[in-house]
């Protein structure tokens, strides 16, 4: 409370301590951060009770015994709990539009002023130790951090979800942590569980963002976030703080933003999660991206494009020089075929090296480098030195800037095929972005074999999927071109339990290939517009993202609805 620290000093000074005996106690609350009086205390200056009774007759307010008094609930929560732990006060009754307040400082007037705003009441004050107070909240307020991981481990073991298991802890030992929570933090417990129930869901991120009042938890399944618990807001920091040591983060650093990583064994897989933090207005914010290292490479066959594309994608990646880009924004799946192309690639007579951040999967056969800024181990560091080792194919995890675009486009010309990323919204946009980066335009037009651009949409549930027909005037809603439909008849999944009632279960890719004929290196070498590039590439084959999706809705792969959810706004 403002200016209380001033009022206990003025009532205790020459009554129970001395000068000297209160300059020490304020040495030592400045070093731990505690209270005047738990200063006195641990000094052996004074007691809580020899405090609060010479608080008592100074400001002749009186004392209240709150040990084993029955507060209700609802009277508790009048305040917020923040106000109630930061300030040590506590409500204990209302009678008569009155409500009585135990505090264990005297309150300064503007306080009290704040508070009956707060209450919308007038208010009585009493004192009470701080002791006291803490004791009655936790007597009188329901155990959330208990309750909720007890609900928790009783639904994890009604599933029969297995516990993950962190690297370097022996299996038994992880299982009986467990199975005896009642000994053990409920913390580790909850974070354990967390993580179980996300890595079951298929999901591909976990969100824990704190809000003004809650901590909530939300899994991102099939591209879509989706709420999985909401958390006592007194979880917070404790569920923060595991996640941040089991990451090797520093739990000390709130105020920058901080990434780690977490392996884990998890039902005879080996899963690698990474962690950013990110602060936030109400504290940090943190998610963490799950990742199976032992997953199988998909094949390039499995990426879902259509015939014609497919042929393209192959004449592409097998050429011996040049870039190809590979384009979307994060979390559209431009890492897994990556990883399918190199598998493609992966023979005997060729030479692989990668330049990652992080390497997510490992390849047997290829060189893979990660990259370290602490120590300089940048992309550009990692290009220079791979070209040293003679490799035949090169993978950049993405391109950032123009020096890392400079080496790239310096290998592609010198006998190099390089795959890499790009963030832009299309295939066309890349090329801009390459000029941006103050690339010439003649090494660009020279260099670049095709760009693809591609997202992930949800794919229709199989159990339950049924026809369905749209009008004409439903089909113009969604943003989509009647006039590009014959046939108004589609499907959609309606809910089931294999795909929790959503209606999709698993995605699928939507492409955009465009390949550098002759028409567009010259365009590129002019500095045409995206547009006209856009109008060129359509123009000899190009189907663009929105075209595709429409295609694999008409063959019953997924939704217009997901197809104008994820492409809408990008055409």
């Not at 009155?98 to 705003?117: H, Q, T």
């Not at 467990?178 to 417990?189: H, L, T, V």
């Not at 989509?480 to 795909?499: H, I, P, Q, R, V």
């Amino acid at each position: 409370m403002k200016n209380s620290a001033h009022l206990i000093e003025h009532a205790l000074l020459n009554k129970i301590i001395n000068r000297e005996q209160l300059d020490k106690a304020k040495e030592l609350q400045g070093k731990k951060s505690i209270g005047l009086e738990d200063a006195l205390v641990q000094l052996g200056y004074s007691t809580y009770q020899e405090i609060i009774k010479c608080l008592s007759e100074h400001y002749d307010l009186p004392i209240l015994d709150i040990t084993n008094l029955e507060i209700p609930e609802e009277v508790i929560n009048l305040l917020p709990m923040q106000i109630i732990k930061k300030n040590g006060i506590l409500p204990v009754s209302k009678n008569n539009g009155v409500i009585i307040v135990a505090m264990s400082r005297p309150p300064d007037l503007g306080f009290m002023d704040n508070l009956r705003f707060m209450l919308g009441s007038d208010i009585k004050c009493t004192l009470a130790t701080s002791e006291q107070i803490k004791y009655a909240l936790r007597r009188n307020t329901r155990n959330e951090s208990t309750e909720m991981v007890g609900s928790l481990m009783k639904e994890i073991r009604t599933a029969d979800i297995p516990v993950i298991q962190t690297e370097g802890e022996s299996e038994g030992a992880y299982q009986t942590e467990a199975k005896s929570m009642e000994d053990d933090s409920p913390i580790i417990q909850l974070v354990s569980l967390i993580i179980n129930k996300a890595i079951i869901a298929r999901a591909s991120d976990i969100h824990v963002e704190p809000l003004l009042s809650k901590l909530r938890i939300r899994y991102r399944i099939d591209g879509v976030c989706q709420e999985s618990d909401v958390l006592p807001k007194n979880l917070q920091d404790p569920i923060i703080s595991r996640i941040k040591i089991l990451a090797n983060i520093d739990i000390s650093e709130k105020r920058r933003p901080q990434d780690g990583r977490i392996s884990l064994h998890f039902s005879g897989r080996d899963m690698d999660i990474r962690v950013a933090c990110l602060p936030s207005i109400y504290g940090e914010s943190v998610v963490m991206r799950l990742l199976e290292k032992s997953q199988a490479l998909m094949d390039i066959k499995n990426l879902g494009f259509c015939e014609s594309d497919f042929q393209r994608f192959q004449s592409i990646i097998k050429r011996p020089n040049g870039i190809f880009l590979i384009t979307g924004p994060t979390g559209s799946g431009k890492t897994t075929t990556l990883y399918a192309i190199i598998n493609e690639l992966n023979q005997t007579g060729v030479k692989i090296v990668t330049a990652e951040d992080p390497v997510e999967y490992t390849i047997k056969g290829v060189n893979q480098s990660e990259v370290n800024e602490k120590i300089g181990f940048s992309f550009p560091n990692i290009l220079r030195t791979m070209l040293r080792q003679d490799p035949n194919v090169i993978l950049v995890g993405e391109i950032r800037d123009t020096e890392t675009a400079d080496i790239a486009i310096t290998s592609a010309l010198t006998g190099h095929f390089v795959l890499s990323t790009l963030h832009t919204n299309d295939a066309p946009s890349a090329i801009t972005r390459l000029l941006d980066m103050n690339i010439k335009p003649f090494l660009v037009s020279t260099s670049l074999q095709g760009i693809m651009a591609q997202r992930l949409v949800r794919a229709i549930c199989k159990d339950c999927k049924e026809r369905v027909y749209y009008t004409p005037e439903q089909i113009v809603q969604m943003g989509l071109d009647a006039g590009m439909f014959t046939d108004y008849s589609f499907y959609k999944g309606k809910g089931c339990k294999k795909c929790n009632n959503i209606g999709y279960k698993g995605r699928i890719g939507i492409y955009e290939l465009m390949d550098m004929d002759e028409t567009l290196r010259d365009m590129t070498y002019n500095v045409a517009s995206t547009d006209e590039m856009r109008k060129a590439a359509k123009a000899s084959g190009m189907t663009t993202l929105k075209e595709d999706g429409i295609r694999k809705a008409k063959e019953g792969k997924t939704t217009l609805e997901e197809i104008f959810r994820v492409t809408g706004v990008e055409e």
